[in-house]
């Protein structure tokens, strides 16, 4: 059974900087995606940023415009574990933000608050 565990979330000042990490655990091989939603008070979840694993092509990393420049995915494929590294926070990046993988089926996180205070 698949399952995803996050950690990296917190209080910061805008401007300031969090790194999120999402390690996924079961049996998992083959192309799959993995990445972060996020959803803020009111508003519909949304995409920040994913990338394909496990292929031997190279996939290009897909980013939100509103986090394009600032926010940064990577992998570390010996630990199965996605980052999602946020500098020059804003207010507006205040949410939940969710792990998601993509592997036969969707699998979630348990989300991590992300605040950041002005």
């Known amino acids: 059974q698949v399952q995803l565990v996050e950690s990296g979330g917190g209080l910061v000042q805008a401007g300031g900087s969090l790194r999120l990490s999402c390690a996924a655990s079961g049996s998992i091989s083959g192309i799959h995606v993995m990445g972060w939603y996020r959803q803020a008070p009111g508003k519909q979840r949304e995409l920040v940023a994913s990338?394909?694993?496990?292929?031997?092509?190279?996939?290009?990393?897909s980013v939100a415009d509103s986090v394009k420049g600032r926010f940064t995915i990577s992998r570390d494929n010996a630990k199965n574990t996605v980052y999602l590294q946020m500098n020059s926070l804003k207010p507006e990046d205040t949410a939940v933000y969710y792990c998601y993988l993509r592997y036969h089926g969707d699998y979630w996180g348990q989300g991590t608050q992300v605040t950041v205070s002005s």
């Open positions: 990338m394909v694993l496990g292929s031997t092509t190279n996939y290009a990393d």
